[in-house]
């Protein structure tokens, strides 16, 4: 598990931390009911982020993405992501994944406080932007059987 926590992180470190300041939200329930950025993402940019290596997505999960090889089985199929979670829940979860289970191994993408074995580049900072989140968040809801 250590060799899976430090290979993830020294994926993300090589996508490059982005330099934003988080910006304020409210969890209700078990979700983010409103995007970070005010609007709706744009679900084509948020798949081309899902499978980008530098992301981390597509080493832990797969999906329905037939021209993407060697997918990860760590984590849930993201296949019909929609019908499971809503835009809210998928919102907390791309936000701070341990809210729901404190010994994740998905990194927290829109958090820079109380994180442990964080790269230099990443102190302070998320590792995804806001629009970024909400363009994943865009594009996993899309995903319905």
Not at 1 to 26: C, F, Q, S, T
Request: proline content about 6%; hydrophobic content about 45%; glycine content about 8%.
């Amino acid at each position: 598990m250590l060799a899976i926590n430090l290979a993830v992180a020294d994926l993300a470190v090589a996508g490059g931390a982005k330099a934003e300041h988080l910006v304020p939200y409210r969890i209700v329930g078990d979700g983010i009911p409103e995007s970070l950025t005010g609007s709706p993402g744009d679900a084509a940019r948020g798949r081309a982020l899902v499978l980008a290596r530098s992301t981390t997505c597509i080493l832990c999960h797969s999906g329905p993405f037939p021209e993407t090889r060697f997918q990860g089985d760590l984590a849930p199929d993201l296949r019909d992501a929609g019908n499971r979670w809503s835009a809210s829940q998928l919102r907390l979860r791309l936000v701070d994944a341990s809210r729901f289970n404190p010994q994740t191994i998905m990194p927290s993408y829109y958090r820079n406080d109380d994180l442990v074995r964080v790269g230099r580049n990443f102190a302070g900072k998320p590792i995804l932007a806001a629009a970024e989140i909400e363009d994943i968040v865009a594009f996993l809801a899309t995903l319905r059987d």
